[in-house]
């Protein structure tokens, strides 16, 4: 960046931000985003996450392997320290393919693009076949009465608002059909249940993604799988014209007992208030039909290469800078929750945390988890990121992962990448490397390793 347009920018803030914005910040800032896109490695790591290892579902071989693989590059990266914590997950594995088909009458059949959901039992052996009934809401379903779901397969049909901007609202406005949805089900005697994908994208992908059975009995669980969004339109229209049609799908998932893996962790020990902790992460675990590279292979790499950055501008960070790779987000968040636990166990003193887990497209900005006057405060660094386009900073929101940390003291942030895409891929087979630019990924990386340079010199 040319000298006068520093200088254009600190005209701009130099009224309303405090004296730590100065010239040097801007620059070394700048060196962020050079170091990124010149020598970064956030892509060439998850080329090897992705097509080496590939999807790693809490429990399974591959996300041992990721763990391994994660604390070794971490390792080379000349950290402090790098450790292991050891946590309880659950184990829940897919079996072999599902199959599903709409029955119009005896012997015609369609096909259609099924998922077990993850957490979901299996079918008997030889599947399941019942008159189906949709519905688009839990209200929905339970004006129709035991008499009438009693036997039947349910297909939950209500599509994400396509209207809404954020995509990740119109997602929170729908999952609940995929996550409680069989349990309500279960109650009315259905037999089992088919939810539309969580997608704004009509494809032949189906999304999984988790359900709980909530305290149901063993003998009172029934099936859930997800139906791609292309087969939820043609389920739907044969309904209307014929509402006597049968579904049939067979599914071989399974639940096992819990199993020990681990959270990857590793940190840069701070040199003015060490005990103050920073910290930036994602998931390493993902969903077995892809291989996770936007969720959360992106979030691992890019929070993975703050750190390398650091290490290569030789920068001195006053706060103890830490990277969390978490374990079992997914299908249960076991990972952050057992991190918050032993962060409040050891008295340790967390001062800021930031999470990348909203795939790796072009950031746009930071949601933060704070008071008004916090954010208030730190709004002000929305001028320092807009010559890199990352200028939307919000109130509201930040990671999953760090959400146990929730304290009312520590300041929580998300990476908010563009999220119009995102939900083309979710959960699916079609979340891959290739969907991954390179370009975009960096950038990410950059605005990330931006942000906790600044926040690192935050109130000292």
């Known amino acids: 960046m040319r000298l006068f347009n520093y200088l254009f920018i600190i005209v701009c803030i130099s009224s309303s931000f405090s004296q730590n914005s100065t010239n040097n910040?801007?620059?070394?800032?700048?060196?962020?985003?050079?170091?990124?896109?010149?020598?970064?490695?956030?892509?060439?790591?998850?080329?090897?996450?992705?097509?080496?290892?590939?999807?790693?579902?809490?429990?399974s071989i591959n996300y041992d392997r990721s763990v391994k693989w994660g604390k070794e590059e971490l390792d080379s990266i000349g950290l402090d320290s790098v450790w292991l914590q050891p946590v309880m997950v659950p184990k829940w594995v897919r079996g072999a393919p599902e199959y599903a088909h709409i029955e119009t009458t005896p012997g015609n059949t369609i096909s259609v693009p099924i998922a077990a959901l993850g957490g979901s039992i299996s079918t008997p052996s030889i599947g399941i076949s019942a008159r189906v009934i949709e519905v688009k809401s839990f209200n929905e379903l339970r004006e129709l009465?035991?008499?009438?779901?009693s036997g039947k397969i349910i297909f939950y049909n209500r599509p994400m608002d396509d209207t809404i901007i954020n995509t990740f609202q119109a997602y929170s406005g729908s999952v609940n059909q995929r996550t409680n949805g069989a349990t309500e089900a279960a109650k009315l005697g259905a037999v089992g249940v088919i939810?539309?994908?969580?997608?704004?994208?009509l494809d032949d992908y189906p999304h999984t993604g988790s359900m709980y059975y909530d305290g149901l009995k063993l003998n009172q669980r029934i099936p859930a799988a997800a139906i791609s969004t292309?087969?939820?339109?043609?389920?739907?229209?044969?309904?209307?014209?014929?509402?006597?049609?049968?579904?049939?799908?067979?599914?071989?998932?399974?639940?096992?007992?819990d199993v020990l893996t681990h959270s990857v962790i590793g940190e840069i020990k701070g040199s003015k208030k060490p005990e103050e902790i920073i910290v930036v992460g994602g998931h390493l675990d993902s969903w077995d039909l892809g291989d996770g590279s936007h969720d959360d292979g992106a979030?691992?790499?890019?929070s993975m290469e703050v750190l390398r950055i650091f290490k290569n501008l030789n920068y001195v960070p006053k706060r103890t800078i830490r990277i969390v790779l978490f374990a079992n987000e997914e299908n249960g968040l076991r990972g952050g929750n057992k991190y918050a636990q032993e962060a409040r166990k050891n008295n340790e003193k967390h001062f800021f945390a930031l999470e990348s887990d909203a795939g790796g497209f072009t950031p746009?900005?930071?949601?933060?988890d704070t008071s008004e006057k916090e954010f208030?405060?730190?709004k002000k660094f929305e001028e320092l990121f807009k010559n890199y386009g990352v200028n939307n900073f919000f109130l509201g929101g930040s990671g999953a992962d760090i959400g146990p940390l929730k304290d009312g003291i520590v300041i929580l942030a998300g990476l908010r990448p563009d999220p119009q895409r995102y939900f083309d891929f979710h959960h699916a087979a079609s979340d891959t490397f290739d969907k991954i630019n390179k370009r975009e990924l960096e950038l990410g990386a950059a605005a990330m390793a931006s942000l906790v340079f600044l926040i690192d010199n935050y109130k000292l």
């Open 195 to 201: 939810v539309r994908s969580m997608t704004t994208t």
């Open 230 to 257: 292309n087969g939820a339109e043609l389920l739907s229209s044969m309904l209307s014209l014929n509402s006597n049609i049968k579904f049939f799908f067979r599914q071989n998932s399974k639940n096992y007992p």
């Open 145 to 149: 009465g035991k008499d009438s779901v």
């Open 299 to 302: 979030g691992i790499v890019q």
């Open 376 to 378: 208030k405060s730190l």
């Open 25 to 59: 910040d801007l620059i070394f800032i700048d060196n962020i985003y050079d170091e990124a896109l010149s020598n970064g490695k956030s892509y060439q790591w998850l080329d090897y996450l992705s097509n080496q290892i590939g999807g790693r579902l809490s429990g």
């Open 364 to 368: 746009r900005g930071f949601s933060f």
